[in-house]
């Protein structure tokens, strides 16, 4: 008898050591490798990833917004002062500004044949592609800071800031051109030349600035058609999703389109601008024969 409970403890304890070994390793182990990946997680963590220098990144963030908005207000603010530089405006605007125009009218003729196209998607669709598509290009702008924290580029995460600022003034615009046209939605079955009678269709309001985040998500991106493309789609399925449940005109939509990106490339092209502008003062050692000095460059 002790020689059999003899044998059952050496079988128990070969099966609790085979049973160690199937399951990985022992709690030692274990311990070990839990402390290599911690090793590994904060050696192959970004050079920012000290909370002092991140709320450096935040706060110098926070300020050029600041800044930028202020600057930026004060720009609009003396732009009828600005009325001579009318002439500077290229032909290329100029055509690109009438074909906006253009087709936006030759929407307008479309609109209610394309109503009817529109209303063969269901609310449920209709509004499933407003929430996806809104959610895409505001999580990609979130996303776009989020990679100008990770790998410090400054550039990227200003380009994010300029196309919130971009975003919110998109949406102003856009809600006082509803006031403005006054155009009436085609659930008020009045037709597509309805204007000027109180409505609130012209322009969509929450097309204006999906499209206005798609751009400065694609332009953060350096335009990269791998970027700019999903961006573009998720923006437009904002106001295909506006015209399934009855609430825009095609050229609502378009036009939307043409407002929200404007807006973004205005502000970039404002605060690229401002940024050539500003003074560079650089300093450099003069050496030459029997001569000893610095030299002092500053460009404005």
Not at 262 to 273: A, D, E, I, P, V
Request: a neutral charge.
């Amino acid at each position: 008898m002790m020689e059999t409970g003899r044998a059952d403890r050496v079988m128990r304890n070969s099966l609790d050591s085979f049973g160690a070994t199937r399951s990985g390793c022992s709690p030692s182990s274990r311990r070990i490798l839990s402390l290599v990946a911690i090793h590994l997680v904060i050696l192959l963590s970004p050079p920012w990833a000290g909370a002092q220098e991140l709320g450096a990144n935040l706060r110098g963030d926070a300020g050029y917004l600041g800044y930028t908005v202020w600057e930026d207000a004060k720009t609009i603010a003396r732009a009828p002062l600005e009325i001579g530089r009318i002439a500077d405006i290229t032909p290329e605007q100029l055509l690109i500004a009438a074909l906006a125009v253009g087709s936006v009218g030759g929407m307008i003729a479309l609109d209610g044949t394309i109503r009817e196209r529109a209303k063969g998607i269901d609310d449920g669709s209709a509004l499933a592609l407003q929430y996806a598509g809104f959610s895409l290009v505001s999580g990609g702008l979130v996303a776009l800071y989020g990679a100008g924290l990770w790998t410090d580029n400054e550039p990227m995460r200003h380009a994010a800031l300029s196309g919130l600022e971009s975003t919110v003034v998109a949406w102003g615009i856009a809600g006082l051109m509803k006031v403005g046209f006054g155009r009436e939605r085609p659930d008020a079955n009045k037709g597509p030349y309805a204007w000027f009678q109180g409505g609130r269709s012209f322009v969509s309001a929450d097309t204006t600035p999906a499209f206005a985040l798609a751009e400065a998500v694609a332009a953060g991106f350096d335009h990269r058609w791998e970027v700019a493309l999903p961006a573009y789609v998720a923006a437009a399925a904002v106001g295909v999703g506006r015209m399934g449940r009855d609430r825009h005109w095609a050229s609502d939509v378009l036009a939307s389109a043409f407002l929200g990106v404007g807006t973004t490339k205005l502000f970039n092209y404002m605060h690229r601008r401002r940024e050539e502008a500003a003074v560079q003062i650089s300093v450099s050692p003069q050496l030459a024969p029997r001569e000893l000095g610095l030299r002092l460059d500053v460009r404005y």
